[in-house]
């Protein structure tokens, strides 16, 4: 099941497409003084119009298109906008047979009639209406099982790739109705651009991402078993990856008997010239499991790195909070990595002049903000990540968490079975300095994320310095 936020999203492209869709609707109807006798079919095509624009938007968004991301301000952003633009194309849609059935009432049957598959005698309009209902169907079973119901991450995955069919049933149902779109060639060519741009973006994502998307070559050179946490380290093969702390990838374990769909994971660890990186995997679902028998020196797939999390942390202008609940740590591990052993730097002689752009903080001026970071966890059994954070502060420059302290950083294992719900108010007595001052980055349980923000808007910080991690698949 998804999971949608209610943060502030960027929607407006999708609502500009929209509104240009009906304006040039409209327009045509005008031009060419075509207007409908039935009022309700107004509302009908402005339902259809408008849920087909947001369905193809859907189908974009998930391309992971790096433009994209840039503009949304990461992927799960992106992600975000895609799951909210599918749940409202989702009721838009139920509209357009509503009101063209509408006038079948009072016949409460013959109104019930109209939403089932009709024998076509021959009569073209009749394929197209069966193929707009088939493409209804469609629509609410891949919605339903989006939105509502649990599914493993492989078989949710898996649902999305019937999206193209949908829309080909979509595609073939505007081309065979005599319609407003075949009617009209400013509408027609408008829509079918819209529709190819979405077709190709399905077979990029399904047949093609594979082979053409930012995919590099890596070999597992260390492996590591705490717990229920499985750590890996990779090394590149040709190319090196360049990522920064907080980002993810989508991994693929070229070996048998491990399944071959792609899964995302935060990178736990900061840039490094060599190009590896490590994985922090909590191991709690059929495919982590799996993972038991990767060996050093398997060969690795990863696509990416997407995320813009720690962009503002990257950029040392203010100190810093991460809130992490749950699984919704591991974004924190990298930024954690680089705060502690920001000391370990190299001289800008030694760094290409590309990467002390793109990461200052691998050069020795570069200073990294003071940052208070809180684990919160529902019991202690699931504070699986508390010893690879503790592992941090024992091997950096700082030794224990005497030094640590000294220095201005903090961690804290807040456990909500012990202490109740964590609050804005708790954590900012906790910190150095005042709460308004500082950039504080949430991820975890929707529910703590946004009761967090809420309290901590009401304590007089800034909603812009509220940066949250959206990224909630399943």
């Keep these: 099941m998804l999971t949608t936020s209610r943060i502030h999203q960027k929607y407006f492209p999708v609502f500009l497409t929209v509104v240009i869709t009906l304006a040039i609707w409209l327009l045509s109807k005008w031009y060419y003084n075509d207007w409908f006798e039935n009022i309700f079919k107004y509302p009908a095509k402005a339902a ?28 799960d952003k992106v992600y975000q906008v895609h799951k909210h633009i599918g749940r409202w194309s989702f009721f838009i849609i139920l509209l357009h047979p509503f009101f063209l059935a509408i006038d079948k009432l009072p016949d409460f049957l013959e109104f019930i009639a109209y939403f089932w598959f009709h024998a076509p005698h021959g009569d073209r309009n009749i394929w197209g209406t069966n193929l707009g209902i088939l493409a209804l169907l469609l629509t609410i079973v891949l919605v339903i099982v989006t939105l509502w119901i649990k599914l493993p991450y492989h078989i949710w995955k898996r649902s999305h790739e019937y999206m193209g069919l949908m829309l080909l049933v979509v595609v073939g149902h505007i081309v065979v109705i005599d319609g407003d779109v075949a009617a009209y060639p400013v509408l027609k060519y408008w829509m079918y651009t819209i529709l190819m741009l979405s077709l190709a973006g399905f077979v990029y994502i399904r047949f093609f991402y594979r082979f053409f998307g930012p995919r590099y070559e890596y070999l597992i050179s260390d492996k590591q078993q705490t717990g229920d946490i499985l750590q890996l380290t990779f090394s590149p093969v040709d190319r090196v990856m360049d990522f920064k702390p907080s980002q993810f990838v989508y991994l693929v374990v070229n070996k048998e008997g491990i399944s071959k769909e792609p899964h995302p994971f935060s990178i736990a660890c900061g840039y490094n010239l060599k190009g590896s990186f490590k994985l922090g995997i909590r191991q709690s679902g059929d495919y982590t499991r799996t993972l038991d028998a990767v060996e050093n020196g398997d060969s690795v797939t990863v696509y990416g790195p997407y995320g813009m999390f720690s962009d503002r942390f990257l950029s040392a202008e203010k100190d810093c909070i991460f809130i992490g609940g749950g699984i919704g740590i ?28 793109s990461h200052p903080e691998i050069i020795k001026a ?22 690879n954070i503790l592992d941090e502060i024992s091997s950096s420059n700082f030794h224990g968490f005497a030094a640590l302290e000294k220095r201005g950083h903090h961690y804290e294992l807040y456990c909500d079975a012990d202490k109740g719900f964590i609050s804005a108010e708790y954590i900012s007595r906790q910190i150095n300095g005042a709460l308004f001052d500082k950039y504080i980055f949430l991820c975890g349980p929707w529910p703590m994320v946004a009761s967090l923000m809420s309290q901590f808007k009401a304590l007089g910080v800034p909603e812009e310095q509220l940066i949250v991690e959206d990224f909630n698949l399943v």
Aim: glycine letters at 4%; aromatic letters at 12%; charged letters at 20%.
């Design 330 to 357: 591991t974004p924190f591990l990298g930024m954690w990595h680089v705060a502690l052993h920001s000391e370990e730097q190299l001289s800008e002689k030694d760094i290409p002049q590309r990467l002390q752009v």
């Design 48 to 75: 259809s119009l408008t849920a087909t624009v947001m369905m193809c938007w859907a189908v974009i968004l998930s391309t992971r298109d790096k433009v994209i991301e840039s503009y949304f301000g990461g992927l």
């Design 366 to 387: 570069w200073k990294s903000p003071l940052v208070s970071l809180f684990y919160v966890v529902r019991s202690m059994d699931d504070a699986s990540f508390d010893k």
